[in-house]
């Protein structure tokens, strides 16, 4: 089974960029469809994006629509998350996730242990 372990987290000032990371290992990266969560303070688990295994399908929340972005390199077996104009609503832990079939059910299997996110106003 896959392992996940997210980077890249921290502390930014509103309107900042941060990109996430995600190193995979363990099985093999390309067979996995691949997601960004984010779980804010006192809120439920909020799905981020999505992205097929080749990359060329992905999908964005509205609340990240336009500003995030989602990208995997599977000779790296590393998902991203380039996200752009931080607002404080951002703050969050962000968790990186892995399934063969994510994209069409909209469940993963396996989780990262997440990285904290933090945008200052």
């Known amino acids: 089974q896959v392992q996940l372990a997210e980077s890249g987290g921290g502390l930014v000032q509103d309107g900042d960029s941060l990109r996430l990371s995600c190193a995979a290992s363990?099985?093999?990266?390309?067979?996995?469809?691949m997601g960004w969560f984010r779980r804010a303070p006192g809120k439920e688990r909020e799905w981020v994006a999505s992205?097929?295994?080749?990359?060329?399908?992905?999908y964005h929340a509205v609340s990240a629509s336009g500003r995030f972005t989602i990208s995997r390199d599977n000779a790296k077996s590393t998902l991203y998350l380039q996200m752009n104009s931080l607002k404080p609503e951002d703050t969050a832990v962000y968790y990186c996730a892995a399934d063969r079939a994510g994209t069409m059910t909209g469940r993963y299997a396996y989780w990262g242990q997440g990285t904290q996110v933090t945008v200052s106003s």
């Open positions: 992205i097929n295994r080749d990359g060329g399908r992905t």
């Open positions: 363990g099985d093999i990266f390309s067979e996995y469809d």
